[in-house]
């Protein structure tokens, strides 16, 4: 977590696509790393990039990871977004796996609950989400902006 830190502090490029591994994001999900990938997420980590056309929701649903499949919904994962298959994430979840499940419930148009955080966050970009703390609304609404 420290070095996501100190990549953000000193200014790096926190979608860094290396071409063999893919995004940190990308990686993290690979691994299963929860911890790791909410910290990307909250630091501003692009949501769809991973690695060529698979997106890190392609591989979350390989691996048929049900908390980081909701993880990467909540800051707007594109569930439609085609691989180099041409297959969405939930085409691609092992049969029988309860995430089908979890992709079926949030297939529809995401809220306007959710659109307005996304939107919100995007206002303030990247690199200045920690401004929303300062902001002059009640605390649950800050923790809701900032997936607390």
């Known amino acids: 977590m420290e070095c996501i830190d100190s990549l953000v502090a000193h200014g790096g490029n926190i979608d ?5 591994l893919g995004t940190p994001l990308y990686v993290a999900c690979q691994n299963q790393q929860i ?11 692009s949501v769809n990039q991973g690695k060529g056309l698979d997106s890190p929701l392609h ?7 049900g908390e980081l499949a909701n993880l990467l919904m ?4 594109d569930t439609q977004a085609k691989n180099a298959e041409g ?13 089908i499940q979890i992709f079926l419930e949030r297939e529809g148009p995401p809220s306007l609950m959710q659109l307005c955080r996304l939107r919100i966050r995007k206002c303030f970009g990247i690199q200045q989400h920690h401004k929303i703390n300062g ?3 009640p605390e649950r609404l800050k923790r809701f902006l900032l997936h607390l």
Do not use: Q
């Not at 909540?74 to 994962?77: E, N, Q, R, S, Y």
């Not at 297959?87 to 995430?99: D, I």
């Open 135 to 137: 902001l002059v609304i």
């Open 87 to 99: 297959k969405c994430p939930v085409e691609v979840v092992p049969p029988e796996s309860p995430l």
């Open 59 to 65: 591989a979350v649903a390989r691996m048929s990871s």
């Open 16 to 20: 860094y696509n290396i071409i063999h």
């Open 35 to 45: 911890a790791c990938a909410k910290k990307l997420l909250e630091s501003g980590a």
């Open 74 to 77: 909540d800051f707007g994962a």
